[in-house]
């Protein structure tokens, strides 16, 4: 079982621009969420997936955006970045009606813009 | 969603026991207490969760406190590899969405 992975595992880019990260979840899962981590903080909830539809946001601005495609990865979207988007991308993945049961954490994409 | 109380950080031995802390005063009564930790360079990774009553698994025991306003983590015998940062936090029994503090960064030392 390959767990959850995720791609790229580290990306610079400019201020302005757009990022794409990328999320296959554990084999099983149906679910994915999305956490942003800066530095020395926690991770952040920015949104979760289900049956391909957003289930549920944090408080993150309309420039985060994702997708769940059919077979259940998913992609994070950024654009307009700032200089404050820098941080490590975490994907999470679970299987949904198991909210007593644990998440699967990738090892994440670090991001930093310039 | 319960906000969580950790201390920033915590020094144990090698192979002694450590206790971390953690006060959720505002839990409610279905909220589960779960424990994830962080090791460097890592993705979170669960460690143990629990409603009630204390429970143990082959990473931890969590004990938690009769009026579920409080709760420890215990590691029995710390080893190297357990230096990480720990998270506990309270989970709606309804979501997966998990609200993380800045939790404990334990060290360990030989």
């Known amino acids: 079982d390959a767990g959850v992975t995720q791609s790229p595992t580290h990306l610079i880019k400019t201020r302005g621009q757009q990022v794409t990260l990328r999320c296959s979840p554990k084999s099983g899962h149906d679910t994915v969420s999305w956490y942003q981590q800066a530095l020395g903080q926690g991770p952040q909830f920015i949104f979760q997936y289900y049956e391909e539809e957003e289930r549920q946001r944090g408080n993150f601005p309309d420039r985060f955006s994702g997708h769940q495609f059919p077979n259940y990865s998913s992609e994070l979207n950024v654009n307009a970045l700032l200089l404050g988007d820098s941080a490590l991308y975490l994907c999470?993945?679970?299987?949904?009606?198991?909210?007593?049961?644990?998440?699967?954490f990738g090892e994440g994409s670090r991001l930093t813009v310039l | 969603d319960a906000k969580t109380t950790q201390p920033n950080s915590m020094e144990s031995n090698e192979e002694e026991p450590v206790h971390l802390p953690c006060n959720h005063s505002t839990i409610s009564g279905t909220d589960y207490i779960h424990w994830y930790r962080q090791l460097p360079s890592q993705g979170p990774e669960y460690v143990i969760h629990g409603l009630t009553s204390n429970v143990n698994n082959r990473m931890a025991s969590l004990a938690i406190a009769e009026d579920r306003k409080s709760s420890t983590l215990i590691l029995h015998r710390a080893t190297l590899r357990d230096a990480a940062v720990y998270y506990c936090?309270?989970?709606?029994?309804?979501?997966?969405?998990?609200?993380f503090g800045t939790g404990t960064r334990l060290q360990v030392f030989p």
């Open positions: 936090i309270g989970r709606s029994y309804n979501t997966d969405k998990l609200i």
């Open positions: 999470a993945s679970s299987h949904t009606g198991t909210f007593d049961g644990e998440l699967f």
